[in-house]
């Protein structure tokens, strides 16, 4: 599991096709088949993401914190997708 979760690994960055390779070779050493298919699928991902102060009120922002020292994994904001709300349409 650490692995597999060591890196972001959203569909279509790098480490997605590193562990399906990983897990492809784990397949063909436990003997089981296994057969690549490559496919399209829809995945939503921002193309800009705004914080619009529409009325006079006080808005406050949080911004990213940084990692845990503990968690090796909390620190990789480069390989990360940002936050959004998938699947969800424009709204005001």
């Known amino acids: 599991m650490q692995k597999l979760s ?5 569909v279509g960055s790098p480490y997605d096709k ?3 390779e990983w897990i492809a070779a784990k397949f063909k050493e436990f003997g089981l ?3 690549h298919r490559a496919f399209d699928v829809l995945f939503p ?17 949080q911004t990213p914190g940084t990692g845990a020292s503990a968690d090796p994994t909390s ?3 480069a390989e990360q997708l940002p936050t959004y709300n998938a699947y969800s ?4």
């Open 45 to 61: 991902t921002p193309k800009e993401r705004v914080v619009e102060l529409v009325e006079a009120v006080r808005v406050c922002r």
């Open 75 to 77: 620190n990789q904001q």
């Open 18 to 20: 590193g562990e399906a």
């Open 33 to 35: 088949d296994y057969a």
């Open 89 to 92: 349409i424009d709204g005001e």
């Open 6 to 10: 060591a890196h972001p690994h959203h």
